[in-house]
């Protein structure tokens, strides 16, 4: 039994543009609100909403871009944009390849998702109040 709320499948989604797309044919096993400061800074945001999948299940078609930059555990993790607009698309770490990090703000229909934890809090904006979630990390757990 799952502690996410089911989404619909295929889940689909595109950037702003509509230039890059992505099908995803397996449901989510993780969904956050991610408060670092990298995620903060690529978003212009205070934190970011973003679905875990496996990555062997999402497609995505476009022209992308990849923005790379070494996380906290020194991993690198690559962020793909869309080459038109910059919508940021998607994220993989290269200490997790098998998972596709989704950026929720690129659904088609968010009304399935809904964030079930908040890492990074020890990062968060001193100006807002994190959103109530199942789970809360001060950094990002560890398996």
Request: hydrophobic share 40%; charged share 15%; proline share 7%.
């Amino acid at each position: 039994m799952s502690i996410l709320p089911e989404m619909k499948l295929p889940i689909i989604g595109s950037c702003l543009c509509g230039q890059v797309t992505y099908t995803c044919s397996k449901s989510p096993f993780w969904s956050v609100n991610c408060h670092c400061r990298s995620c903060q800074k690529l978003s212009g945001a205070p934190y970011v909403s973003a679905f875990s999948v496996p990555a062997d299940s999402f497609r995505v078609t476009g022209q992308t871009v990849d923005f790379r930059r070494l996380a906290e555990a020194g991993h690198e993790v690559t962020t793909t944009h869309c080459a038109a607009c910059g919508s940021r698309v998607h994220a993989q770490s290269a200490g997790a390849t098998h998972l596709m990090n989704v950026f929720a703000s690129t659904l088609a229909d968010p009304s399935g998702y809904l964030p079930i934890s908040n890492v990074y809090l020890s990062e968060a904006a001193h100006w807002i109040e994190p959103p109530q979630a199942k789970f809360n990390f001060a950094k990002m757990p560890r398996a």
